[in-house]
């Protein structure tokens, strides 16, 4: 499946689950056709959906957890185990991190957590195992002004009317919602195939191929790259 269609499939799951209009797709899809960029991150743009209502949406039909920023007290031993350039680069934010037994594991906040390249980057050059959850990207934005350059104009926009969420990271698959006050629960279509059990084979498949030696995980990356840009 190309580039392309993927980001058409988002906007007709929007469209089915009644978050957006046929019309608004449309101008979306011509906005896209004519500067490129991602569909969701149209949408937001012209006005069509809010990041956090895209951020829920995402969060059910690929049974990711979803991050409200604004709840979390970052710790700053948590930030500093991922460097600002990838950070920036792919759009995320270390919120939690536990040891046991020896192995790290990390919960990152991503604008986009079904990218594999951007996990296994930071799998492989700190050595940390990831957990993955979805939030707005001008929520990462600002968390990466706030927690990497110190910029104290930025507002971190911390609900302080409720203790911070203490996130137990061996529970987050069971506890999808990590968000405080939502207002509505985004329409799931269940008719349609997620994302989250594509994921789940990819994975398998890499690293079976890599275990056999039939090829690297370098290789495999760069393959998908090849096949994104076709």
């Given at each position: 499946m ?8 988002l906007?007709e799951?929007l469209l ?12 979306s899809?011509?906005n ?11 949408l ?12 829920q ?10 991050i409200?920023?604004s709840s979390?007290?970052?710790k ?8 600002k ?6 759009m995320?934010?270390?919120v ?6 020896g192995?790290?594991?990390i919960l990152?906040?991503m604008?986009?957590p079904?990218?594999?390249?951007a996990?296994d980057e930071i799998?492989f050059?700190?050595?940390?195992k990831?957990?993955?959850?979805i939030?707005p990207?001008g929520a990462i934005?600002r968390a990466?002004?706030?927690?990497y350059?110190d910029n ?6 911390l609900?302080?009317?409720?203790d ?6 061996s ?8 968000f405080r006050g ?10 349609d195939?997620t ?12 690293n079976?191929?890599v ?14 790259d090849k096949?994104?840009?076709?």
């Amino acid at each position: 499946m190309t580039a392309r269609k993927e980001k058409s499939r988002l906007g007709e799951m929007l469209l089915q689950a009644g978050l957006i209009s046929k019309n608004q797709l449309n101008l979306s899809l011509a906005n896209q056709r004519e500067w490129g960029g991602k569909i969701g991150t149209i949408l937001v743009n012209m006005g069509f959906i809010k990041e956090e209502k895209l951020a829920q949406f995402l969060s059910h039909q690929l049974n990711i957890p979803s991050i409200d920023i604004s709840s979390i007290r970052i710790k700053r031993e948590t930030v500093k185990l991922i460097p600002k350039e990838m950070a920036e680069k792919y759009m995320l934010i270390p919120v939690a991190h536990q040891l046991r037994k020896g192995v790290t594991t990390i919960l990152l906040a991503m604008s986009d957590p079904l990218d594999l390249r951007a996990i296994d980057e930071i799998q492989f050059s700190t050595n940390i195992k990831v957990k993955a959850g979805i939030a707005p990207e001008g929520a990462i934005w600002r968390a990466i002004q706030i927690h990497y350059y110190d910029n104290k104009s930025i507002s971190p926009k911390l609900n302080t009317t409720k203790d911070p969420i203490k996130i137990n990271i061996s529970e987050v698959d069971e506890k999808l919602e990590i968000f405080r006050g939502r207002e509505e629960t985004p329409v799931s279509n269940h008719d349609d195939e997620t994302f989250a059990d594509l994921l789940v084979e990819i994975r398998a498949f890499r690293n079976l191929l890599v275990r056999k030696g039939v090829m690297s995980s370098e290789e495999f990356l760069s393959e998908i790259d090849k096949i994104r840009n076709q």
